[in-house]
């Protein structure tokens, strides 16, 4: 299994400020993911952390909004740009082995 | 439309008594996996099914490729069992990146 530390655990934020994510793996995982949660809903992909290369972003998230980086196997930030009360959610990374995915125990932003 | 249609939507169980959940798939799914998600938040892994049938304890949990569907069976239900939960499934094209139901919320009551 593959261990997934987030932090912050949650934070509030003003409007039009950056937030920045960490997650680091207790080991080297090839595929790092990011997600969101809004309240009472499912959780949506946002986008694949490449280890040394630019992201890839599902359809309605940009690196501009939601800049992400990959600097070696255990390591990923997810920073959301620009924040608005729409951004309210929770942020989960997720990594794989080869038979299950794994899932930090995510981050509540709140945005004010 | 959706590829993982999850129902019911919310459950109410009385403790010491069971149900079904269940997940269908509008396209061919490789694998799925079933999640806890607590009162903080946090996801629990409960299953990860390529085929076949999983018991763990309490819960049971089959995934059915051919049919496209997966369940999820919980017996003898306690008040910790509260949460909800999703079902999330790879497709064939999937590169470990899953779709996840709406998930169920379950409730469970003394």
């Known amino acids: 299994s593959v261990l997934l530390y987030q932090k912050p655990n949650r934070d509030i934020c003003q409007s039009g400020t950056s937030l920045k994510i960490q997650c680091v793996a207790d080991?080297?995982?090839?595929?790092m993911f990011w997600y969101q949660q809004f309240q009472e809903q499912s959780l949506m992909l946002m986008a694949t952390a490449n280890e040394g290369s630019e992201a890839t972003y599902e359809s309605g998230f940009t690196k501009d909004k939601f800049p992400i980086s990959r600097p070696n196997l255990t390591f990923s930030t997810l920073t959301v740009n620009n924040a608005r009360p729409g951004d309210s959610s929770i942020y989960f990374c997720?990594?794989?082995?080869?038979?299950?995915?794994?899932f930090g125990k995510g981050t509540r932003l709140t945005v004010v | 439309g959706d590829q993982v249609e999850q129902s019911p939507s919310a459950l109410s169980l009385h403790e010491g008594t069971g149900s079904a959940l269940r997940c269908n798939f509008t396209t061919t799914m490789r694998a799925v996996q079933w999640f806890q998600q607590n009162s903080r938040g946090s996801l629990i892994n409960l299953f990860y099914?390529?085929?076949g049938t999983k018991e763990n304890g309490r819960l049971k949990s089959t995934f059915n490729s051919k049919e496209s569907y997966s369940t999820l069976h919980i017996r003898d239900a306690q008040l910790e069992d509260s949460g909800t939960y999703f079902c999330a499934a790879e497709n064939t094209e999937g590169a470990d990146r899953l779709t996840f139901g709406k998930g169920t919320q379950l409730i469970i009551q003394p």
């Open positions: 080991s080297q995982v090839v595929s």
């Open positions: 099914l390529a085929s």
């Open positions: 997720s990594s794989t082995t080869n038979t299950e995915v794994f």
